[in-house]
């Protein structure tokens, strides 16, 4: 160990960040200059009204877009594009349709030079966890949409990044079905130790995953604000706690 400050794994630093796009020659100003300090292994969930840049804070933590301002760093270095410490979980999971759900997994293990048997290990391990090990040879035409999902985490597990960032996973989902994987995704960020970002517009989805929940804020130049959810696991719902943190973020959106 040197003299540096030593970080956990999956630690994120966000420093005086911005962001901004040009629309018909009008700059509209999406990330206005904030800080943030992500734990490693912490929960993260991250709401706003549409439009308020929470996609676009995900894709400049991804490293699929870049900030005009300030940095991010993870574990105290700053990120040059997407790297392999972290990985995206869309709404939708993108999987490749010729491909069997054990291949699927395996594919970007088989792009990072993992020999053949490794990888379809590896993948079967996580297609395990996401209790898919039984439709390893299914492909994805076979699957219902959670299971699909399902199979767009496994995915992402497999490269073991330190950090999962998931924009809306279960958004597209049936109540019922995203009931079962928010308690799924937390028994996973649980087992694999992983740093989660979570944007969601679902208020009880941010209570029920997050250890704080971060609010973009609605008028451009607003700050934003953090609300810790310090209630025990698993949690809840009719836990007055929960109910009570649920209304104070419906409270913040003007909904209640
Ligand atoms: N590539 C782009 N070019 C120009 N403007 C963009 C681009 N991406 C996003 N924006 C603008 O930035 C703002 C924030 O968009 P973003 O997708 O981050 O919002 P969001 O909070 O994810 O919304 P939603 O809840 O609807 O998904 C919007 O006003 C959008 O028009
Ligand atoms: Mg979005």
Do not use: C
Request: hydrophobic fraction near 45%; charge should be negative.
């Amino acid at each position: 160990m040197n003299a540096m400050t030593s970080f956990e794994r999956g630690t994120v630093t966000i420093r005086d960040l911005s962001k901004s796009f040009s629309i018909n020659g009008r700059d509209l100003n999406v990330l206005k200059a904030f800080d943030l300090d992500i734990h490693a292994g912490e929960s993260l969930a991250i709401v706003g009204a549409s439009g308020s840049g929470k996609t676009t804070l995900l894709r400049v933590l991804a490293g699929l877009e870049y900030a005009d301002g300030g940095e991010v760093l993870i574990d105290g270095r700053p990120i040059q594009g997407i790297g392999n410490e972290r990985a995206v979980i869309f709404q939708e999971p993108r999987l490749l349709p010729w491909r069997t759900v054990l291949d699927n997994v395996s594919f970007p293990l088989e792009m990072r030079r993992l020999d053949a048997a490794t990888a379809q290990k590896r993948a079967l391990h996580y297609l395990t966890l996401v209790g898919l090990r039984d439709f390893a040879e299914a492909l994805p035409a076979q699957l219902s949409g959670g299971m699909a999902q399902r199979v767009g985490i496994a995915r992402a597990l497999a490269v073991q990044p330190e950090i999962l960032l998931l924009d809306e996973p279960l958004g597209a989902l049936d109540a019922m079905t995203k009931i079962t994987m928010q308690e799924e995704l937390t028994r996973i960020w649980t087992e694999e130790k992983v740093t989660m970002i979570t944007v969601t517009h679902d208020l009880e989805e941010a209570v029920y995953l997050a250890d704080r929940v971060l609010i973009l804020p609605k008028e451009k130049g607003g700050a934003i604000r953090l609300v810790p959810v310090d209630l025990p696991r698993p949690r809840d719902r009719s836990d007055p706690r929960f109910v009570h943190l649920r209304e104070g973020l419906l409270r913040e959106f003007g909904l209640h």
